[in-house]
Nanobody, 117 residues
Framework: QVQVVESGGGLVQPGGSLRLSCAASETIIGIKSMGWFRQAPGQQRELVAEFSSVDTMNYADSGKGRFTISRDNGKKSMYLQMNSLKPEDTAIYYC???????????WGQGTEVTVSS
C-alpha cells in the first residue's frame, strides 16, 4: 500500500509564504490527475491546484497568481508554493493522486496551514 507523507505546513503571518511537499513511497500506476486540496473548519474539501488528466495545471480562483503547483518527473512527489498568504487560506491541505483504476484516490494525511498575525 502506498504511503504518503506531507510536510511544510505551519503558522505564517499574512503576506508570508509556505511550500508544501508531498511524497509517495512508491511509484503510483495509472495516474489520472494529481493535486492539492484543502479543507477549512466547517467547510467542504475543495480543489486548490492540480495537474489534470491531460497534464494541464488548473488552479482554483482563490489561489491564482499566488499558488504554484509542481511535481517531480516520476510523479511521486508534488509541491505547492503558496505566496501572499491570507487568513482565508487557513485550512488543512491534502495532496492526492487519482488513478484510472476505478477512480481510486490516494490521499496524504494532511498538513495544517494557519495564516494569522
Amino acid at each position: 500500500q502506498v504511503q504518503v507523507v506531507e510536510s511544510g505546513g505551519g503558522l505564517v503571518q499574512p503576506g508570508g509564504s509556505l511550500r508544501l511537499s508531498c511524497a509517495a513511497s512508491e511509484t503510483i500506476i495509472g495516474i489520472k490527475s494529481m493535486g492539492w486540496f484543502r479543507q477549512a473548519p466547517g467547510q467542504q474539501r475543495e480543489l486548490v491546484a492540480e495537474f489534470s488528466s491531460v497534464d494541464t495545471m488548473n488552479y482554483a480562483d482563490s489561489g491564482k497568481g499566488r499558488f504554484t503547483i509542481s511535481r517531480d518527473n516520476g510523479k511521486k512527489s508534488m509541491y505547492l508554493q503558496m505566496n501572499s498568504l491570507k487568513p482565508e487560506d487557513t485550512a488543512i491541505y491534502y495532496c492526492a493522486w487519482t488513478t484510472w483504476n476505478r477512480g481510486q484516490v490516494i490521499w496524504g494525511q494532511g498538513t495544517e496551514v494557519t495564516v494569522s498575525s
